[in-house]
């Protein structure tokens, strides 16, 4: 089965750090790539997403993400985190033909004032 | 556009007994998805509806989970029984349909069995 892993599951910052979130997938194929985020108290809402064309990907609120097929891999990034930006973040893939993405298990990020 | 809605919010049961689960998803929205979130996890598709029908049930544990979409709109999900191991965040979600719709979400059912 296809899966997605978020090896950071826990990330704690101040504000004005850089984040950088990562994601991998294990599929060779065709995939489209998402970025789910859950802010405390409010349903999951998307990020940003990527289908083809420009590798790096820009999303609301300041973040962007890159896709490097050569190492599965969709890490998330914004260069100055906000307290704000204390939330829960997925990394969501769909593989092939399918329209069902697969969640990776979140990473909780935590930004101190 | 108003969300997706779910009720109820919160459900505490005794394993054992069933419970059901709502959920409206956005208007216009073909695909109708529920997830099982277990804590720490990331959600788990349980059950995908295009319009009415089926499209991909094949982690739904048969034997005690159930979900219509009778008219394609509304879709309820049940547990009958219940078990300990059921305790989850169980989310709704819609999307146009097709592989670069994102989805939306519901704020989830978080379910406690005890």
């Known amino acids: 089965a296809q899966s997605v892993s978020q090896h950071n599951h826990h990330v704690i910052l101040s504000e004005a750090a850089s984040l950088e979130l990562g994601c991998n997938y294990s599929y060779g194929g065709t995939v489209n790539l998402f970025w789910y985020v859950q802010y405390p108290g409010q349903h999951l809402q998307l990020l940003l997403k990527?289908?083809?064309?420009?590798?790096l990907v820009k999303g609301i609120k300041g973040f962007e993400a890159e896709f490097i097929k050569s190492k599965f891999s969709f890490n998330l990034r914004k260069p100055s985190v906000q307290w704000s930006d204390t939330a829960e973040y997925f990394c969501a893939v769909t593989y092939g033909g399918s329209y069902i993405p697969t969640f990776g298990r979140g990473t909780s990020l935590i930004v101190h004032p | 556009e108003a969300g997706v809605a779910q009720s109820p919010r919160y459900k505490i049961i005794e394993k054992r007994q069933s419970v059901a689960f709502w959920c409206n998803p956005i208007s216009g929205h073909a695909t109708l998805y529920w997830y099982q979130q277990i804590l720490g996890q990331g959600p788990k598709l349980l059950i995908q509806?295009?319009?009415?029908?089926?499209?991909?049930d094949s982690q739904l544990p048969k034997d005690r989970f159930s979900a219509e979409r009778l008219k394609g709109v509304d879709s309820t999900l049940k547990i009958q029984p219940a078990k300990l191991e059921d305790s989850a965040v169980y989310l709704c979600?819609?999307?146009?349909?097709?592989?670069?719709?994102?989805?939306?979400f519901g704020n989830g059912t978080r379910l406690t069995v005890t």
């Open positions: 509806f295009q319009n009415n029908g089926v499209v991909d």
């Open positions: 990527y289908f083809s064309g420009d590798p």
């Open positions: 979600a819609s999307s146009l349909g097709g592989k670069e719709s994102p989805l939306h």
